[in-house]
């Protein structure tokens, strides 16, 4: 594969003792906001009170300037990182020469409003064997960096105080402050525990101690909260555990008051250490939100569906008018439209990966595949949730209505390239998918709908998609109209029902993807070098297409193959089944992490690559 190449800069040698790489982490979180834990004890990203506020921890975009809590053993040790079984409850052990001690690090989610909006944080420390010293540094670094704070010991708590944000550290350890900073040094013997709680205090949330009794009790409710939710789940195949743990993640990235789902709790981390692509995804894009319903529906969380068709009910989000149509490809978790592109040039980035960007100028883009993805997952909702409302319907209806009339234009197609619209086989697909199911809801329920014009438009999307999205010279369908270039978003095809997985045009397309696009089991989602993207240097296989791929496979019969592709697919997950939203040529994650796209393409490919094995 001529563009499988990594050109490996001086960036990733320098500063490798700098930074831990990006799948050294676990994901904490009370499904208002999120902090990454790395295997050494450190907190190296979290923002607070929500998603998409600015950083308050922010080391693993800049080391220096962006703030951690490092909290690890004063002697040399190994580590080891898990979560327990069936949790979002993170723990980090400590192997010494004199004893064995653990961090567990969770934050309570809770429904009291007051309480939530105190977002704890709690870093709970105990010797199981032994004896072993501690150190502990707590540097918030607010504003992503850029702005002043002081801090100061109020009574048993430090205080960190900024412009924007006032937290409020208590802990049952000694604390040291130098007006910036609190230090922390202590030893504990077997059977010992320490407590360090970081909250968000304000006029609504008063500062409050957190005892080593307490601690054991939220922690202990933490535990029961999440156990209880992944009860619910209806998968009990092959892969158990990989899809619990995908299920888990999903769950972490939904906005709890409002039901958005983030696309990941990260900005900025890159798809190739040192290059440019490096972008926010701390929003709710439509497509990946509506493929999460997918999975959650699959696994029989209908609630996470309701909450999430809730957002688009309350926030209008249907009754859009913008400039480029009904909707727009991604909203913040408030709903808001506006999501303006900036950059930090005060961060230096992930391992020198800038620049470091807040907001996403791709908001703007014309993606005529979300229509598709989002009227399936309202399909499947009223199929497999509950059925849809009259109002809802009736936008549905205005919405279908807009897309008989703009389907067949350029836009900047499913992986939000930057090098101007095109006519993309994929957003064709997508909008043939959005009038399908909704002439299927129609029919299904008694719908009111204008069914000869939907039904003409979706058989001539068809018939477009035949006559000059396949190129007879390559034996397959491409990424563009009349055009001879592959792209692995095709895989969706059969996934879609638009032809049957063992046609023979898709079969000689499937062969085609595994020639150009398929590194053993990863897939690459196109090569920039024949299909420019507007962007600088190459990236990473994109682990959704991989998984895509395996199902691809599976539906195709070649179930052998697909289950081998799936079990590669595994070896490349963290130490705690995480995955970001690609992976480097020696088997790094890069990109923003963990990622909701690759986390639910997991839950899809294991669910029917089981079904097909029986």
């Not at 009904?326 to 040039?345: N, V, W």
């Not at 993807?513 to 990473?540: F, I, K, N, Q």
Request: net charge negative; glycine share 8%.
């Amino acid at each position: 594969m001529a563009f499988n190449t990594f050109n490996t800069t001086g960036y990733e040698q320098a500063d490798s003792c700098r930074y831990l790489p990006i799948s050294e982490h676990g994901l904490i979180g009370d499904l208002r906001t999120a902090a990454l834990v790395g295997t050494d004890g450190t907190i190296d990203w979290y923002c607070c009170p929500r998603f998409d506020a600015p950083s308050v921890f922010g080391s693993i975009l800049d080391t220096d300037r962006g703030g951690s809590f490092e909290l690890a053993a004063d002697v040399p040790t190994r580590t080891r990182q898990f979560y327990f079984p069936d949790t979002n409850v993170l723990i980090t052990r400590f192997f010494a020469a004199d004893g064995v001690a653990e961090i567990q690090d969770f934050m309570p989610v809770v429904d009291e409003s007051r309480e939530a909006a105190r977002h704890r944080l709690i870093r709970r420390v105990v010797c199981v064997r032994g004896t072993l010293p501690f150190r502990a540094r707590i540097a918030p670094r607010f504003g992503y960096g850029a702005e002043a704070h002081t801090a100061h010991l109020e009574g048993d708590a430090a205080v960190f105080r900024s412009p924007s944000l006032t937290l409020a550290l208590t802990s049952t350890a000694p604390l040291e402050c130098d007006g910036l900073d609190v230090r922390s040094h202590f030893k504990l013997l077997e059977g010992e525990s320490n407590v360090f709680a970081l909250d968000r205090i304000g006029d609504d949330v008063p500062a409050r101690s957190c005892l080593r009794a307490e601690a054991q009790e939220q922690a202990e409710a933490t535990v029961r909260f999440w156990r209880h939710w992944l009860a619910g789940s209806r998968y009990h195949g092959r892969w158990r555990e990989m899809v619990n743990r995908s299920a888990l993640v999903l769950k972490l990235l939904t906005y709890a008051p409002t039901g958005a789902i983030v696309a990941a709790p990260t900005t900025s981390l890159p798809e190739q250490i040192g290059g440019e692509r490096n972008w926010d995804y701390r929003y709710v894009w439509v497509r990946d939100a509506a493929f999460c319903v997918y999975a959650m529906l699959r696994l029989g969380f209908t609630s996470e569906a309701e909450a999430f068709m809730g957002f688009l009910s309350e926030r209008g989000i249907l009754r859009g008018t913008g400039a480029t149509g009904p909707l727009q490809i991604m909203y913040g978790i408030d709903g808001r439209s506006e999501l303006p592109e900036y950059e930090l040039p005060h961060l230096e980035g992930h391992l020198g990966s800038a620049p470091v960007r807040v907001g996403n100028a791709a908001t703007g883009q014309l993606q005529l595949d979300i229509y598709g993805a989002l009227i399936d997952s309202i399909y499947l909702y009223d199929k497999w949730g509950q059925p849809i409302s009259s109002d809802r319907w009736d936008e549905v209806g205005a919405v279908v209505d807009w897309l008989c009339e703009h389907w067949d234009q350029p836009d900047e197609g499913v992986w939000e390239t930057r090098a101007g619209r095109r006519n993309f086989v994929y957003s064709r697909l997508m909008c043939w998918v959005a009038l399908e199911r909704a002439i299927r809801l129609a029919n299904r329920r008694g719908l009111p709908a204008d069914l000869p014009r939907w039904q003409a438009s979706r058989d001539a999307i068809y018939r477009q998609i035949m006559r000059r999205g396949w190129s007879a010279r390559r034996g397959a369908f491409v990424q563009a109209l009349d055009d001879d270039v592959l792209d692995a978003s095709l895989l969706m095809m059969p996934m879609a029902k638009f032809v049957s997985p063992t046609d023979p045009k898709w079969l000689s397309t499937l062969d085609a993807l595994t020639a150009d696009l398929v590194s053993d089991s990863l897939v690459y989602r196109y090569d920039p070098a024949t299909s420019p993207d507007g962007l600088h240097g190459p990236e990473g296989t994109f682990s959704i297409c991989s998984f895509w791929y395996v199902e691809a496979l599976a539906r195709a019969g070649r179930l052998e193959e697909a289950r081998l592709a799936f079990e590669k697919m595994l070896t490349y997950a963290n130490h705690l089944g995480l995955f970001a939203e690609e992976i480097g040529p020696t088997g790094e994650q890069l990109g923003n992490f963990p990622q909701a796209f690759t986390h639910l393409s997991l839950i899809s490919a294991a669910f029917n690559l089981d079904r097909a094995l029986g």
